[in-house]
């Protein structure tokens, strides 16, 4: 049942714009494989072929790990509403780092200048394979609104507090790798 194509088409522009939320799946050629849910309101598509989303801190920077050690990175959608469909997108991906002129430049064009406190990279997915599959076995589940504890958390710890986290928690994974979290490039 499953399909593949090379570029994302129409129907899963469609479908991507209709997501609430996203999973990221990286590892790097040892250690533990990273698979982490995401909220799509920092999520872009550039083209038929490339993806972005701003990374909000988190309790760990595995898929910056991941991808300084290895670019392998796996984007995957299920609908959890309406019919169902599974997709996945395999590719490259790369960190953006926050002191680096194009994450300036994206920030300012895809967000109107704008980042949620705690914004601590971006990530870019160059994908060369889109595969769908029928998801049949994903339940149905009913959208209510994001979660709040993220920007009170950030609130909280204030831009300080945020970069002495990053500090002490997201400098290296689960697996001594090194995120690169502080790189000008």
């Given at each position: 049942m499953a399909k593949q194509f090379p570029a994302l088409e129409s129907h899963h522009h469609r479908f991507i714009a209709a997501q609430h939320m996203f999973f990221t799946a990286s590892a790097a050629p040892t250690g533990h494989v990273n698979v982490s849910p995401r909220s799509t309101?920092?999520?872009?598509?550039?083209?038929?072929?490339a993806v972005l989303y701003l990374d909000r801190t988190g309790s760990g920077n595995e898929t910056a790990a991941h991808l300084k050690a290895d670019s392998?990175?796996?984007?995957?959608?299920?609908?959890?509403?309406?019919?169902?469909?599974?997709?996945?997108l395999y590719g490259q991906g790369r960190v953006i780092h926050r002191a680096s002129d194009e994450y300036r430049h994206l920030l300012a064009t895809l967000f109107d200048g704008n980042a949620p406190l705690g914004a601590r990279q971006m990530v870019r997915l160059d994908f060369d394979l889109v595969q769908t599959s029928c998801g049949y076995g994903v339940p149905l589940f009913d959208?209510?609104?994001?979660?709040?504890?993220?920007?009170?958390w950030a609130r909280a710890?204030?831009?300080?507090?945020?970069?002495?986290?990053?500090?002490?928690?997201?400098?290296?994974?689960?697996?001594?790798?090194?995120?690169?979290?502080?790189?000008?490039?």
């Open positions: 309101d920092m999520f872009r598509v550039l083209g038929d072929n392998r990175l796996t984007i995957m959608f299920c609908a959890v509403e309406g019919p169902p469909l599974i997709m996945r959208y209510k609104d994001e979660r709040p504890q993220m920007d009170d710890k204030g831009v300080d507090g945020i970069e002495a986290y990053w500090r002490e928690k997201n400098q290296v994974s689960l697996d001594g790798f090194p995120t690169g979290l502080f790189e000008e490039s």
